[in-house]
């Protein structure tokens, strides 16, 4: 469902503990009552097997209504494999598939017979025609492995060639990486909606951490009050807010067409941003979150 006319959808991972799949099961609970577009299930770091994503892929058809994405790589597999996995999504009533080449698993040098995300959506496309809406990943601070802007735009480009039909972006914190990036496709004919990635802001240390990895930048005035607050984790999380909350405003001011939350298998954070951002939110979903503030 839409929300103001804006695409709102929210990324779980598959837990590896009992607890964690209690918290996911209520994150995702609560998150459902606001109608979001769809949830995507990640693949899991480092090239880690399918199996987790398939399960909460069947654990979240299950129990709610909203519409499960899964995340499908292409790295260290076969196109018997792919093939096996977009059968058993069909089976499972699943409309939509994020396609990303993935990373490697440590200590394997072998990519498989897909080598990029671009061979995995021209398999879908082949095996499937047009079933699957496909999202793709966007890079608007560009893929840390990007040779230059342009290769990665290229990269891009060929990725909406061979069949996507969306793109979600990694997580940023300044806007104008975003709108500079959508004009840089544009100047490419790339016109598919990409969707701005949003990760909320509540542990800084975590946060920089996955950030180096994944090459998102934290601007540094950002991180310098962040770091100023150390141990406050109560004032990590309120400025945190004020910051993406901001972001989502002068993105959606911008023109963007949707937000996608990248929850790690919370709720609160996300939820609070849509209040604030005068998404619609129903008035049940509302209360919580008030009593929870």
Known sequence: MKHNSLRISFEFYPPKTDEGHKNLQKAALAIAKVEPDFFSVTYGAGGSLQNGTVAVVKELQKSLSVPVAPHLTCINSTREEISSLLTLYKSLGVKRIVALRGDLPAGVQNTGELKFAS?????????????????????PEFHPQSQNALDDVLNFKKKVEAGATN???????????????????????????????????????????????????????????????????ESVQAFGLEVVYDLCQRLIAGGAPGLHFYTLNQAEVSLRLLKLLNVTVPEAVKYEIEMKA
């Open 119 to 139: 061979d995995l959506i021209h398999l879908i496309r082949d095996t499937t025609q047009d079933y699957f809406q496909i999202e793709v990943g966007a890079y």
């Open 167 to 233: 793109a979600i972006t990694q997580y940023f914190y300044n806007p104008d990486a975003y709108f500079n990036y959508i004009d840089y496709c544009a100047k490419l004919g790339i016109y598919i909606p990409i969707i701005p990635g949003i990760m909320p802001i509540t542990h800084f240390e975590k946060l920089a951490r996955f950030s180096a990895l994944c090459g998102a930048e934290i601007p540094q005035w950002i991180a310098k009050r962040l770091s100023a607050y150390g141990d406050d984790e």
